[in-house]
């Protein structure tokens, strides 16, 4: 059972701060540059958005691009679902580049946002992103409490494989904090919440 903890706990080292819904229609970073030549106002804003969230994985230096022009676009036509994204998406850029503290920045700001709008789906990525940044800058106590809130929430949401997810976070805080017990009961849960939703590569960590 510890081999599950400490095999789980490499794996997210590489991980991405959350990962898109296999519900989600993805488009191609290609084709939203080429739409986005033409593109103006709230059609403009909204491309840049999906850029910032395309490219926050593989070109994160790219995301922060997009994503500065998007806040411009912002202060100027105020949209609180799109912010929410941007805000998230900057902060897994961000990370990318190990640039905890403006990437936790833009976090908190999506946190508050999400809490004020009542954005259950926004506000537990917002918190799962500040664990996470929480946890690698070892404020271990406050990364368990914003993990513990988001696996909350994603479990009302009815989201297993987010709660999961979330768990093995929550494992690696606890660990880093001593409590290699309470660390391995996040790892265990996560195994059985990826089998609940059958999600192999899950289990496989």
């Not at 030549?37 to 691009?65: E, M, S």
């Not at 914003?146 to 709660?163: D, F, K, R, W």
Request: charged share 25%; net charge negative; glycine share 8%.
């Amino acid at each position: 059972m510890r081999t599950i903890f400490f095999v789980s706990i490499s794996l997210l080292l590489s991980a991405p701060l959350w990962a898109q819904s296999g519900a989600e229609v993805k488009t191609e970073p290609e084709e939203l540059e080429a739409q986005l030549a033409a593109a103006t106002g709230r059609a403009r804003l909204d491309l840049l958005v999906k850029l910032a969230d395309a490219y926050r994985v593989d070109d994160p230096a790219k995301a922060i691009a997009n994503g500065r022009e998007a806040l411009e676009l912002l202060a100027a036509t105020p949209d609180e679902d799109r912010e929410l994204s941007l805000l998230n998406a900057l902060g897994d850029a961000h990370y990318r580049l190990r640039d905890y503290e403006t990437g936790l920045r833009h976090v908190e700001q999506a946190e508050q946002l999400a809490r004020t709008a009542g954005n259950k789906p926004a506000l537990a990525r917002a918190l799962r992103m500040i664990g996470v940044f929480a946890w690698r800058t070892d404020e271990l106590q406050r990364a368990l409490e914003a993990l513990t809130e988001a696996i909350g929430l994603y479990e009302e949401l009815g989201n297993t494989v987010e709660q999961a997810n979330v768990s093995l976070y929550a494992g690696a805080a606890a660990h880093g904090g001593g409590d290699t017990q309470q660390a391995l009961a996040f790892c265990l849960r996560a195994y059985r919440l990826f089998e609940e939703a059958g999600d192999l590569r899950g289990v496989a960590t």
